[in-house]
């Protein structure tokens, strides 16, 4: 893991750094505000180490995601779904 005092050579000069490892997983899971997103994303864009983790934690949960178990069928989720709705009505 890059050290959050990186010393990454940003071209800023509160570079933000720590600010993005601090809520990368955040902005992976869409948690974030637009305005937050915009502003992480526009660092990685000028920052090469925030760049390269962001890139590499994207392709790794893609990888995920590919090896894991495939989703339920729809219709199996329906069931489920409906099943539930009906029980939160019941109380």
């Known amino acids: 893991m890059i050290d959050s005092n990186c010393g990454c050579g940003c071209p800023q000069d509160n570079c933000g750094c720590s600010e993005f490892y ?3 997983y955040q902005l992976l899971d869409d ?11 526009a660092h990685a864009a000028e920052c ?3 760049a390269q983790l962001l ?3 994207a392709e790794f949960r893609d990888l995920l995601r590919k090896c894991c178990c495939p989703p339920a069928p729809t219709e199996l989720r329906q069931k489920i779904s ?3 709705r009906v029980e939160y009505r019941r109380g």
């Open 22 to 24: 601090e809520t990368m």
């Open 31 to 41: 948690q974030l505000t637009e305005e937050e997103c915009s502003r992480l994303r």
């Open 48 to 50: 090469p180490n925030c």
């Open 55 to 57: 890139t590499a934690e």
């Open 82 to 84: 409906y099943r539930i």
